[in-house]
């Protein structure tokens, strides 16, 4: 079995994930910028910023954005698209574990986004990424993630999927099943994944990615440790929405303090 978004799922990833509105996402995370920053965000931090989907589209509206990822392949798309996309110099990107990193910049706001502090799987990985977050934020600065519901995923439980993507040369064919830890709020989630080009399969890999469900009083624990105050805690990706036990995902808003 190979590390979680290793070469051939990180090559991959645009292409699975071409469906995903990052567009839409990226214009509520704009609109959650201006009202809870108070119209004083210039800077982010967009940890666990995978190929620069929710980065490049900010860099765009005229922030400047730092993307940390631990993938390096992850890495080299984003700053290939940002080259191409002339965003260079508003969007940079560095390597490393949202755990551990340090740069003695400052932000006024922090992201972890499609559901990065899932992957922080104990306690202390997870104090440890909110830790991240808010050791580089100016006082004051916000914090936006989202992350799987507990709730909903209790009730509703993973299911099996299968997805085909068209690609220029072919299609990639993705295989997922799940099956929840209830003890240790987990989900194990198996990829199969299959690049077929002229009907023969060119690569091929297999994944298992463990992924971390959160309660509300939990998330509020988490992020008083860390010094940040909760602010909201909406159904994603509507925002204005409530979340219950039908919502999977949700969007969380915290400040510094």
């Known amino acids: 079995m190979k590390d979680v978004f290793g070469s051939t799922y990180a090559q991959a990833y645009d292409d ?15 609109r959650l910028c201006k009202t809870y920053g108070n119209g004083l965000i210039h800077r982010i931090l967009d940890l666990g910023c995978g190929t620069g989907n929710h980065a490049l589209p900010l860099a765009r509206l005229g922030y400047q954005v730092v993307g940390v990822d631990r993938s390096g392949e992850m890495l080299e798309s984003a ?3 940002a080259l191409s996309q002339r965003l260079d110099q508003n969007a940079r990107f560095h390597q490393g574990d ?3 990193f340090q740069t003695d910049q400052f932000f006024d706001a922090s992201l972890m986004m499609f559901a990065v502090l899932g992957y922080q799987l104990s306690n202390e990985d997870v104090v440890s990424a909110l830790r991240t977050a808010r050791k580089h934020l100016n006082p004051g600065g916000i914090l936006i993630f989202d992350v799987w519901y507990g709730p909903a995923v209790l009730r509703e439980g993973p299911v099996d999927r299968i997805k085909t993507i068209p690609t220029e040369n072919g299609k990639i064919l993705r295989v997922a099943g799940g099956k929840l830890d209830v003890q240790r709020h987990l989900c194990q989630v198996s990829y199969h994944l299959w690049r077929i080009e002229s009907e023969r399969v060119v690569d091929e890999t297999e994944e298992i ?12 624990l988490f992020l008083e440790t860390c010094n940040f105050n909760l602010v909201e805690m909406r159904a994603f990706p509507e925002f204005d929405r409530q979340p219950d036990e039908n919502t999977w995902n949700i969007y969380v808003v915290a400040r510094a303090v």
């Open 98 to 100: 949202i755990g551990t």
């Open 209 to 220: 990615h463990l992924m971390r469900y959160f309660f509300p009083l939990e998330l509020k």
């Open 16 to 30: 699975l994930y071409k469906d995903k509105d990052y567009v839409t996402e990226c214009a509520l995370l704009d």
């Open 79 to 81: 700053r290939k698209k």
